[in-house]
C-alpha cells in the first residue's frame, strides 16, 4: 500500500511536501518492485534545474535501465548520496531511506497534476 502521505504519477514516482516549497521524490515500492534488484542510481546534480516530468537522472536494475522523471519542476538542493553506495535501498525501502532527489519546487502547483 502507498502512504497517503504524498503525490503519485502515472509512472510510478512519488512526492512529499516536506515544509512550503520543499519536496522529497522517490519511486513507489511496484515501480521498484517491477525494476527487480537496483543494481546502480545516477542522480541529478545538486542546483539542477528540473522541469516537470523532465529526467531526474536513471536507475538500472538486473533487468533494465530506467530514466527517472520529477513530478514537480525546479531546483535541486539534495540528492540521497548513500544511493550511490547501496542502491537496493531503492528496493528495500522506497518511502524512506531509499529516496531519490529533495526540490525546492518552483511552482507547488505541479502538486495538482
Do not use: C
Not at 512550503?20 to 511496484?30: C, K, N, Q
Not at 533494465?64 to 514537480?72: G, I, K, T
Request: proline share 4%; net charge negative; glycine share 8%.
Amino acid at each position: 500500500m502507498n502512504p497517503t502521505d504524498r503525490r503519485y504519477t502515472k509512472q510510478h514516482e512519488w512526492v512529499l511536501v516536506e515544509s512550503g516549497e520543499i519536496a522529497l521524490v522517490g519511486i513507489t515500492a511496484f515501480a521498484a518492485e517491477s525494476l527487480g534488484d537496483v543494481v546502480f542510481v545516477e542522480l541529478s546534480e545538486i542546483d539542477s534545474d528540473l522541469s516537470q516530468f523532465g529526467k531526474m537522472g536513471e536507475i538500472e536494475s538486473v533487468k533494465a535501465v530506467s530514466e527517472l522523471y520529477s513530478p514537480v519542476g525546479g531546483r535541486v538542493i539534495e540528492k540521497n548520496e548513500d544511493l550511490l553506495e547501496n542502491p537496493q535501498l531503492v528496493n528495500d525501502s522506497p518511502y524512506e531511506s531509499g529516496w531519490i532527489i529533495r526540490v525546492k519546487m518552483s511552482n507547488p502547483q505541479d502538486l495538482d497534476t
